[in-house]
């Protein structure tokens, strides 16, 4: 079997029979890669927690007929610790590591700039440089983007004036002027498209200190509306805050 080295970011795991993995990486170079870890479930097993969601590992894979196979695993960024000890960022990287498994529906596909994101979020994250639900919900924002789903927010998506806007429509793709309010949108404040926006950047000086309900209401539905799929762990950050 062909063998590659890649460096990768662990989206999840599944169980495979009685002591394997089907492991699902975010690689830099090759896009995303589901993979068998062989006995990775054994108690001993060389992989240890190599092979757990949010860490960073340098990978030396297989290509195998249907899934590859993990031959070595070399941890290149433990964040899983720093990450699962605290519960809300744990649910902001699960979010993030769902969104972008569903995202990229291709395998093997190279996606370096969903990997940047990636990276620089899980970063962000074990080090505490945001409130976790800025960083998660400016991820998801953010990587619904550069799939090609940017939501519209200086300006109507209707009339196009960047002036007197008072709500936002998933389905018509942003902001709304009083004039041309559909059916369906949300009513937001001026403080709320600021949120909104400085999310959408990462502009973590205006994203303002408190989350906003609506706000995360918002970019739930906006991922789920524009996937086609609900999001389990965008769900689980609701019940949280
Ligand atoms: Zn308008």
Known sequence: MPLYSDEGIVLRTAKLGETDRIITLLTRNHGKVRAVASGARRVKSRFGARLEPF???????ATGRSLDHVSQAVCTGAYARPITA??????????????????????????????????????????????PWQIGESYVLRAMTLAGWRPRLSSCVVCGRADGLTS??????????????????????????????????????????????????????????????????????????
Request: hydrophobic fraction near 40%.
């Open 55 to 61: 860490m960073r590992d340098s990978v030396l894979c």
């Open 86 to 131: 605290d519960y809300g960022s744990y649910l902001a990287a699960s979010a993030m590591c769902e969104t972008t498994d569903k995202l990229l529906d291709t395998e093997h596909e190279p996606a370096p700039a969903h990997y940047q994101l990636l990276l620089g979020a899980l970063i962000a994250l074990a080090q505490r440089r945001h409130q």
């Open 168 to 241: 936002f429509s998933v389905r018509l793709g942003g902001a709304l002027c009083r004039s041309d309010r559909a059916a369906g949108a949300v009513e937001l404040t001026e403080a709320q498209f600021v949120q909104l926006q400085a999310l959408s950047l990462g502009d973590w000086d205006r994203c303002g200190g408190r989350r906003d309900a609506c706000v995360a209401a918002l970019v739930e539905e906006w991922a789920q509306y524009y996937l086609e799929r609900p999001l389990w762990s965008l769900r689980l950050l609701d019940y949280e805050t």
